[in-house]
């Protein structure tokens, strides 16, 4: 039985030496301290032994038990400490690796350019407004001193939500939304979509945008719409843009104008932007027309002002030299990072 239990030790230790993991470790155990182990095996067989070789051999049995036991404790530490080892391996990170770059999005050129408009006006102490884009017919038409037979309200041009509620045709309701609840001064613009029934081409689109302008004050004159426009003008096209002014009519400012600023290609020639005409369009303005003042609450014996309406489409076409408008909504990426 001694000699048994001494192979028992050495099977052990060498089963022990090959143990790589934990599974094998568990087998290890089973096989020799498990209930059908080999060393329970001979534990079993005491009985059998003579009351003076019991102590003895019993003995010798719990050592080689301990033995085996701390040989176990001793493997399961060494293979603990290899799979942590190759863990750690594994989880390197090589901090020279080259960084993956996240695309990063920019402004649509139209925001661009209206963020530059903007920047502008508000250099000049002007507010930023907001109205809605659908509207009432008030406000887009008879606030504005828009009769009820004029050609701007023909269905052609205007999309009918009801009788009353439409799609905003143009920003200058936003004055008069500005009007009912500021006492002048008056300085603001507000940027917004305008919709008309148009059909697409390169040069029309049924929704764009516009920036309405409104200065009220004591004393506003023509002279001072112009030398604004010439401000923004220089602001955006460079020192050497003019401005001309064309009479025209709008039914809510009186006197009426559209104003062209130089083309900024040719500086006034005459080339293929702007059609051998050497001015460009870009909006409409002139004073605000008592009745419209009457109409926001403004007493125009006292006061005057006023106002303009942009195109930013065309502005930003100019701009950039881009010759459709459809691009600026297709959304195509090709053209937009361009920008
Ligand atoms: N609302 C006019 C348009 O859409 C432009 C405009 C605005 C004209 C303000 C005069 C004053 O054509």
Redesign the pocket.
Known sequence: MKEQLEKIRQAAAHALDAVETGEALEAVRVRFLGKKGELTAVLRGMGALTPEERPVIGQLANEARTYIEGKIEEKKAAVAAKKREAKLANEVIDVTVPGRRKPVGRLHPLHQVLNEITDIFTGMGFSVAEGPDIETDYYNFEALNIPSDHPARDTQDTFYINDNIILRT???PVQIRVMEHTKPPIRMIAPGRVFRSDAVDATHSPVFH?I?GLVIDKGITMADLKGTLEAVVKGLYGPDAKIRLRPHH?P??EP?AEVDVSCFACGGKGCGMCKGEGWIEIL???MVHPKVLKVGGIDPEVYSGF???LGLERIAMFKYGIDDLRLFFENDLRFLRQF
């Open positions: 143009q920003t200058s516009q309405e709008f809510f400012t009426s409409g303005a002139g106002a303009f309406g």
